[in-house]
């Protein structure tokens, strides 16, 4: 007698439908057509299962204030920084932890059951990191949070950021952050990432940086933080998000860049609906396409995946948090329309973007923790592109969200027609 059974799957990794067995939170058979006993059955009727989305580079602490306290009238990333400037000491805790707490249940809806968030800890108070160090243990039975410590203002440049970074660790906080291209200087730039790595090497903790997000191809931080994890053995363990400068660079260089890139095994994460709305502001055409060298950094075997960044905060007015919107944008932008081009992009919203987090009980396979997502839909690809109702979203063999199925019924001409956005001759696919 299993816990949870569910028939009739569509995975990414075989041709025949599969039936999932799920015992004690995990998955206990992949199968077709099992003869078994459960306490729950779902028959997911040919849909797709897909692991969970999983959102790599996100700020939880700005999501859903927009408007507090105007509106962003330029959109830009500047006008940005100095609202949220105006608005953090403004905010509570209870601010804080009630517009994560809602966000929260976004994700979960739209089947994000991973969210890595910077937090920012340039306020002395850190009540954000009080907040949040909240709302992960709130939503631990739900999904898996990770917080980055996050130096907002320069970890150089502003006064008490190394001593808030060091109590945000303490406190509990995951990751440790940085932003070296918003020192004051190039060196001050590298030298925060030497003392930041060796905070890490010193603890045992990931890393995480905003690195170079800027249209500056001279903005280079990324190979200081390449040499830096080779030098203290932190291979794998590190993350450069964003990364837009790279862009901008020439190719002889990027050429000698990508082989120190892989070397280190760095994680990148790109954010292409951020990347592609804040960069470039000072072209006017030719106009850059700011998100970072996707493609070529898959190709160079280095693990790449999106963030959805900002939702409805100072810098970004839009977003629901769907993670199948960031994959295809990134794939639209970097032009990755090849077969494994496109699996590519939605590894990067699911199997990359855990391996960035270091989920290792992630994925659908026998032993591995039951969190899925039934999809509407028949294929990865057909998840970017109809972007489907999450059916049913399962935490530890839980169900934890349902979403009605799309009615196809539509009127037409005042007669009633079905349409479902799938060719007639692809249906049985």
Partial sequence: MFDLLVKNAKLSDRNELADIAVSAGRISAIEPAMEAEAANTINADGNFVTPPFIDSHFHLDSALSY??????????????IQLWGELKPTQTVEDFRNRALEFCRWSIARGTLGLRTHVDISDDRLLAVEALLDVRKTMKPY???????????????????????????????????????????????????????EI?????????????????????????????TTRLGLEGMVTGSHLTSMHSMDNYYVSKLLPLMAEAQIHVVANPLI?????????????????????????????????????MDPWYSFGSHDMLEVASMGLHVAQMTGTRQIQTCYDAITTSAASAMQLGDYGIAPGKQA???????????????????????????????????????????????????????????
């Fill in 67 to 80: 408007g507090q306290p105007r509106i962003n009238q330029s959109g830009t990333l500047l006008e940005g």
């Fill in 143 to 197: 999904m898996d949070i990770q917080l980055v410590a996050f130096p907002q203002d320069g970890f150089l440049r502003a006064g008490q950021s190394r001593t808030n970074l060091l109590r945000a660790l303490d406190m509990g906080v995951d990751v440790v952050g940085g932003i070296p291209h918003f020192e004051r200087t190039m060196a001050d730039g590298a030298e925060s990432i030497r003392q930041l790595c």
């Fill in 200 to 228: 890490s090497a010193d603890r045992g903790l990931l890393v995480d940086m905003h690195c170079d997000e800027s249209d500056d191809p001279m903005s280079r931080h990324i190979e200081t933080l390449s040499a830096e």
């Fill in 275 to 311: 990347n592609i709305t804040l960069q470039a502001r000072h072209d006017t055409y030719p106009k850059r396409r700011g998100m970072t060298r996707v493609k070529e950094i898959a190709e160079a075997g280095i693990n790449v995946a999106f963030g959805h960044d900002c939702v």
């Fill in 371 to 429: 969190d899925m997502v039934i999809l509407d839909c028949k294929s990865p690809t057909d998840a970017i592109r109809l972007r489907p109702a999450r059916l049913k979203v399962i935490r530890k063999g839980n169900i934890i969200a349902t979403t009605p199925k799309a009615d196809p019924t539509v009127m037409i001409g005042g007669q009633s027609a079905q349409v479902d956005f799938v060719p007639a001759g692809m249906r049985s696919v």
